[in-house]
């Protein structure tokens, strides 16, 4: 194996297209991320983010395009094979199990990507060290229902964690949160990423798109418009202009 100065793209979009009849949500989209990148994806309401993720995780079908993850074609594959291959997003809306404790929700996470190796024993100590991480310790035995909105938004990060990514996708976690709740969560972005966990973050927030991101995209009408350092993008007219016709 030779040394090149740039590693492997960890995920590559090719050509992806995404219909819903005879609308085009995401249009012909080509972007590698790197290992390790954090990666902020912005546009305004409607531009086919979401959609965007529904491809890369699996949920939507892409029509035509290609996603190579580790350099194999996982375009075929169900969503669950994938997040076992290493990917994993959070909802916009968190979706926890309200019947749940938090300790449970995460459990139901950790059994389905878990291998069958792993004892109880283990997926138990790897739960307790995700909640830890995620400050939400105290919270394990909490109903989900009993979360505030911030818990709830660590919790669907937990969530997504207890399924040991290579790539977590965040869509909007900060959403409706206070300033001091947006840094909690953005602290928590930046430990993750510092643990060798490539981010794609979506987000509104501008300040916490430029604090976290090596690179921003911006979508609009489901295409391309700017893509490069953060400060380069938000400082392009496009960009300027597709927020400003919101
Ligand atoms: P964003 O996340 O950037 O706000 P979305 O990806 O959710 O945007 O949506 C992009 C466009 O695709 C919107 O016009 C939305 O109405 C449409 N869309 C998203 N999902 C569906 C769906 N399942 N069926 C039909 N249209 C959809
Ligand atoms: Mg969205």
Redo the contacts with the bound molecule.
């Keep these: 194996m030779t040394l090149s100065e740039r590693p492997e793209p960890l995920l590559r979009i090719v050509s992806l297209t995404k219909r819903?009849?005879g609308?085009t949500?995401?249009d012909n989209v080509t972007v590698d991320i790197r290992p390790g990148e954090r990666f902020g994806l912005i546009?305004?309401?409607?531009?086919?983010?979401?959609?965007?993720?529904?491809c890369i995780s699996g949920a939507?079908r892409t029509e035509p395009g290609t996603v190579l993850f580790r350099d194999e074609d996982i375009t075929p594959l169900q969503p669950h094979v994938r997040t076992r291959r290493g990917i994993a997003r959070s909802f916009?809306i968190p979706r926890p199990f309200r019947s749940m404790t938090v300790a449970e929700n995460l459990m139901v996470a950790l059994d389905f990507a878990a291998h069958e190796h792993v004892s109880v024993v283990q997926r138990r100590d790897t739960m307790m060290s995700i909640l830890t991480q995620m400050g939400l310790a105290s919270k394990a035995n909490a109903s989900a229902t009993q979360l505030s909105q911030v818990e709830l938004r660590k919790m669907e990060l937990a969530r997504a964690m207890a399924t040991q990514p290579k790539l977590l996708i965040s869509?909007e976690a900060m959403a409706g949160l206070s300033n001091s709740e947006v840094d909690e969560v953005l602290d928590l972005l930046m430990s993750l990423a510092g643990q060798d966990i490539t981010i794609i973050m979506?987000e509104h927030i501008m300040q916490a798109v430029m604090r976290f991101s090596d690179r921003v995209m911006c979508?609009d009408a489901?295409r391309i418009i700017a893509i490069g350092p953060p400060s380069e993008v938000m400082a392009n007219p496009r960009v300027q202009e597709a927020y400003l016709g919101t």
């Design positions: 819903f009849g609308f949500a995401v546009g305004p309401n409607g531009s086919g983010k979401t959609t965007l993720i529904n939507f916009q869509d979506i979508l489901g």
